[in-house]
């Protein structure tokens, strides 16, 4: 099944394959940087979690060394109206 094709129309069907190749390239690169970026992103959002993570932490040992030792907190005390 082999079609004979002139020269202009091969030239043409290259033309067509060069430009789907050229924008194909253009897209592959777009979504690279698009992924570079979001790599960034997350790399970013990780290390903000575990700082949260670690002053989440220590305020819960702060929390709970405040309660074994005792100490009333103002903020924890009752009004005397109630």
Same mark, same amino acid.
């Given at each position: 099944? $082999?079609? %004979?094709?002139?020269? @202009?129309?091969?030239? !043409? &069907? #290259?033309?067509? /394959? *060069?430009?789907?190749? =050229?924008?194909?390239?253009?897209?592959?690169? $777009?979504? %690279?940087?698009?992924? @570079?970026?979001?790599? !960034? &992103? #997350?790399?970013? /959002? *990780?290390?903000?979690? =575990?700082?949260?993570?670690?002053?989440?932490?220590?305020?819960?040992?702060?929390?709970?060394?405040?309660?074994?030792?005792?100490?009333?907190?103002?903020?924890?005390?009752?009004?005397?109206?109630?």
């Amino acid at each position: 099944m $082999t079609q %004979d094709f002139s020269p @202009a129309e091969l030239t !043409q &069907r #290259l033309e067509t /394959l *060069e430009s789907r190749l =050229a924008y194909q390239e253009h897209w592959l690169d $777009t979504l %690279d940087q698009a992924v @570079a970026q979001q790599e !960034q &992103r #997350l790399a970013k /959002l *990780e290390q903000i979690s =575990a700082l949260m993570r670690e002053r989440l932490r220590e305020q819960h040992q702060a929390f709970q060394a405040d309660n074994t030792q005792g100490t009333a907190r103002p903020e924890d005390e009752i009004p005397p109206h109630y």
